[in-house]
């Protein structure tokens, strides 16, 4: 259950500041703590956690280690969760480009984290179709119009991803003519 394990995260933590807070312990720790609080949606809690993670691991480990990354793609997706994909992407890139550099362009790793990127694209992409046609049904032309070209471009960055899976993916989800077979 969620409240024994958080006990155990939180106890982990303690032994591992005890080591130092720049050990390895203590920050998987953190980050663990955090990947918990975030699946029982606590993300005011769980968003410090991370960034106080990132922070020890960018210092103690340097910026390009892998295990950096993770920590970054998970702040990611805590942003995700919360609909706030303006902050998700850019950790999301940073991620991607961590894991390429440490990890190489074949690394399993790096897959997750571009089809994490990818996924958020495509709930961006449908979320300005949505809205555009929201839009475009009460009659307000120019915006609707906008709006599509916003589509488009985040279309286009799509159907761009370096992840063969989401070039593959790109027409099922978005249809071929690569704006859900709305239009």
């Not at 769980?46 to 390009?64: C, F, M, Q, T, V």
């Not at 961590?98 to 979320?127: F, T, Y």
């Amino acid at each position: 259950d969620f409240e024994n394990a958080r006990r155990h995260y939180k106890r982990a933590c303690e032994l591992g500041r005890r080591m130092g807070e720049e050990s390895w312990l203590f920050v998987v720790s953190l980050n663990d703590l955090a990947e918990l609080l975030r699946a029982q949606g606590k993300y005011d809690e769980a968003e410090p956690l991370y960034k106080r993670a990132i922070a020890i691991g960018e210092a103690s480990l340097g910026p390009d280690h892998p295990e950096l990354a993770k920590w970054i793609n998970n702040l990611g997706l805590l942003f995700s969760d919360q609909g706030k994909y303006d902050e998700a992407e850019p950790l999301y890139k940073r991620a991607i480009a961590i894991s390429e550099a440490s990890l190489g362009p074949d690394h399993l790793d790096l897959a997750g984290r571009l089809n994490d990127l990818a996924a958020l694209l495509v709930v961006v992409v449908r979320k300005i179709i949505a809205a555009t046609f929201t839009v475009f049904d009460a009659g307000r032309l120019p915006e609707s119009q906008e709006a599509l070209r916003t589509c488009d471009c985040h279309r286009r960055a799509f159907a761009r991803s370096r992840a063969p899976c989401s070039r593959d993916l790109a027409p099922k989800l978005l249809g071929a003519d690569g704006y859900g077979g709305k239009l």
